[in-house]
């Protein structure tokens, strides 16, 4: 069966980085695009950046644009994201999606 395993996530003070990583299981990762989304307390989930399955394009939302990279290894069967320059408003539960499965998401705290 399809299964995300996502890590990375913390606690991290203003301007500070943190890299997420999601290991898929189940499914020919490398014929898939895959997506970052997030979901901050009181707010809908939302699109945070998706990269195709060559890795060659990606997209990214209007509030992450120069501050995340996401990336992705075919052979590890793992999708990342780069986040530098955090903020409070980046926190939430950051989840990995991919061929209409999500994984179990992951807690990102941006405070001091």
């Known amino acids: 069966q399809v299964q995300f395993v996502e890590s990375g996530g913390g606690l991290v003070q203003p301007g500070g980085s943190l890299r997420l990583s999601c290991v898929a299981s189940?499914?020919?990762?490398?014929?898939?695009?895959m997506s970052w989304y997030r979901q901050a307390p009181g707010k809908e989930r939302e699109l945070v950046a998706t990269?195709?399955?060559?890795?060659?394009?990606?997209n990214y939302a209007d509030s992450v644009k120069g501050r995340f990279t996401i990336s992705r290894d075919n052979v590890k069967n793992s999708v990342y994201l780069q986040m530098n320059s955090l903020k409070p408003e980046d926190t939430a539960v950051y989840y990995c999606?991919?061929?209409?499965?999500w994984g179990q998401g992951t807690q990102v705290t941006v405070s001091s």
């Open positions: 999606y991919g061929r209409h499965y």
């Open positions: 990269i195709g399955s060559s890795g060659g394009s990606t």
């Open positions: 189940g499914f020919t990762f490398s014929m898939h695009a």
